[in-house]
């Protein structure tokens, strides 16, 4: 960002009063709260406008609160009843923010041609965020897909029997067990 820019958005953000202004905190319980509530419009209150999102089920960062909102009713569509908790300190230096979250869901609608298993799943994940003027600019989720997968009982389990069929049919072979020759 060209130094121009950067010293306007500090001019900016000390014009807003400081008790207008978000802790890290606040937005991002503002963010769980979004995604809990099921209510596309209430990303317009913590994202910018111009806001990148991506995650392990998006093929490419989706851009702007509408990408954003379509992209959540699709797994709210799925998830009904979805929700998203706060699952450890998160940690800011006021520019970028790293939240560990989790998703308490039980997945009752297809997704995308995958039909409803109605298992419960819980998803920890962690948001890595960039703030821009009390909003989320930029917001990388991370969490472990196969994981997910495992609970809802699309993929085997870690060491499972299954596991080992898939490795083969892949081409993989057998692993050995940990600690054995």
């Not at 979250?101 to 890595?128: D, M, Q, W």
């Not at 989720?141 to 898939?166: S, V, W």
Request: glycine share 6%; hydrophobic share 40%; aromatic share 8%.
């Amino acid at each position: 960002m060209p130094a121009d820019s950067t010293r306007r958005a500090a001019d900016e953000l000390q014009s807003i009063p400081a008790q207008a202004r978000l802790s890290f905190n606040q937005l991002i319980d503002q963010w769980e709260a979004a995604w809990s509530g099921k209510d596309p419009a209430a990303f317009k209150e913590v994202c910018a406008a111009e806001v990148h999102y991506e995650d392990p089920l998006t093929q490419e960062p989706l851009e702007g609160i509408q990408e954003l909102s379509r992209h959540a009713e699709r797994m709210w569509s799925a998830f009904p009843d979805a929700r998203l908790q706060k699952a450890g300190e998160r940690l800011s230096n006021r520019r970028f923010v790293a939240a560990p979250s989790k998703l308490l869901a039980t997945h009752r609608a297809p997704l995308e041609g995958l039909p409803a298993t109605n298992r419960f799943v819980v998803v920890h994940c962690i948001f890595y965020c960039e703030l821009e003027h009390d909003r989320l600019l930029r917001i990388r989720a991370f969490f472990d897909l196969y994981d997910a997968a495992t609970q809802l009982g699309i993929l085997p389990g870690r060491g499972t029997l299954g596991e080992k069929a898939l490795l083969m049919l892949r081409g993989f072979g057998l692993r050995s067990s940990r600690g054995q020759s």
